[in-house]
């Protein structure tokens, strides 16, 4: 039987013991995300070990030379999916080492558009195998993997988008100041995905897991023989860095869950969504900044812009207005004021998608922006003139600033009725019932705005569902908080790039 | 005793870790094989085929460096919109097809290369002074893995500037 010097040693001798295998731990986690970082090396035989598909590709070139070649590989959709990119909207660039890359220059190619299927049902492939016969590597050849795209309509100059010896797929967005790797530098049985893709974990990440896991038992131990022994000053001592030394574990796993959490695509609401949304509906009054000042009056629905930002997105910290976008290049930039404000009349600030009842006519839909006059009437009454921001043919609501890192949906990104709300925005917390809609506007007819008469949920939270929410914001603090302090920690202690990669999958797990 | 064992072993496992990490370094690749066929195509593209209403002739690319040379400066534009800016210097495509006896004027050139590929150029533009079968690309010989020589059209984009340069054939 040990006496009680003999058990504060051993006490002592765990918890120095666990915090050594955490530091390794916490070290080899640091050193591996330096060594694997942000990009994804595949060798040629990992992409042949894919599910491939085999097609003729028909092609024409700069000299309208028409060919057909039968290619076998990967389609590219599906390789990117592989590597965890789910993105459609987010931006793809296949480069060469000799310098030549697609899509051309000033063009974009989205995963959207690489899951688009040509003539013949044919998908834009990473190929490795000719008219059946292995691509052979540069200098002579154009292998081992080409990029090849088919025709979507039978005059496409399609060749020149086809990639010889494909080296790195770069994935959007990217942060500023990302540099890609070198091309050059691609060994030439490889292909490197690099990017915005989730974060690599290879297999020899188990490493440091085990000597983690080996800690927290370690610890636990030690924390067992403490509170067996009676507590004296040396063992709170112990116990205060043992807790320490947990924070820090509970620290490298969040950062392993968060990590995977990249920048969202936009949030893109369909057409259908918009109109089930809780409804605004109201009689709002028109005038025209340019003589005659014309002014007119008309019932509009639509889904106000306050709750899209506030309740079924959040807005982030340090978003500072909104700029609502139309198809036509035409941009409406409104403070946050304008957008959360109760105008004269009880009015508020809508995207409206019916008019009268009916839905928007193709000139104006089938979203429009409508902002209620800051004072009704005419010109000669003292009336603001509120069509220039009334913008027609919407598409998207950006909350600026816009984060780097996050997709900037185009209009052709977006369906025809959709609208994608983007930028200094964050999903809600899992699980909490938005806050009861905004009341209809008192002197809207249902009779003669039917649209008014949409679905509107519950008017006061359950009790059950307050409860939910409070939980909820709970964990979601503390983990902000955890997940903070330890990735300030990491990226103190770990040296350079190490550090600053562990500060980023802090960063990115949404903190 | 234990705390004397404790860092020996640690620091043990932390090179046999190190020692796993590295176990990966070091894949070869698959160039040699390759680089036997660069240098069969180089081979082949010395000699150029020129057909001529029914007539082979050949152009022998190695004495091309003594005839009057033509430096060009141009830009490379390449059919995805990127730019490569430089100076060719060889001799031009006119005085090669004069010294063959390639009567004039002529329909178009069709021109070939070794991979297959096939550009075709007209007239006007393969009689231009700076349409030259180039050597040097920026003072410095061609890269290899374009051929000996390689068609410089400067007033023409990318497509035209066919690189492994095997066979013309004068269109009447």
Redesign the interface.
Known sequence: MLGKEGKVKRSRLLVYMSVLLLLVAAILFGLNIALAGDVLTLGVEDVKAMTSSRGDYRSINNWKTVETTSFKGVSVWGLLEGCGVTDGGASIKISAPDGYFWPALGTTLTVKELKKKGIGGLLPLIGYEMNTKALDPEPDGTGPLRYVAPQYSIGDTNKPSWVSNVRLIEVGPLEKGARPPAVKKIPADQVWVWGNIPPVYPMSMMIPLAFGAAGLAVLLMSLITVIASRSSRRHLRSAVSALLAAFLLAGTALALSGGTARAQASAVFSNGELVSMPAFSGHYTFLKQLPPYSYYEADYTGVPVSYLVNEKLRLAPGASGVVVRARDGYAATLSLEQVNKTYPGGLKLIIAFAKGGQPLAGDEGPLRLIVPQNKQGTRDQGGDANTPLCARLIFAVEVTPVPAGVSVPSPGSVPPGSLAVYGSVTEPPPNVTPAPPPQAQPQADPAQNPAAAAPQPGQAPVPANAVLDLVNSGFGGARGVVSWVAGSAFSLVLPGRAGALLWLAFHRSGV | M??LR?PTS?ALL?LV?LA??CGGAG?E???L???K??AG?YEACKTIKLVDSGVTRTIETDPLGSLPQKEVSAILK?????T?PGTWSGVPLSSVLDAQGVARPFKELKIEAW?GY???VGYDIAVLPDTILALTQNKKPIP??DGPVRLVVASQ?G?YWVRMLTAIEVLR
């Open positions: 234990a705390r404790l640690l932390f870790i796993i990490g894949k690749t698959q160039l094989q390759s680089e066929k660069l195509m390449r059919s995805n919109g990127m490569i991979d096939v550009g075709r290899r893995e984009d497509f």
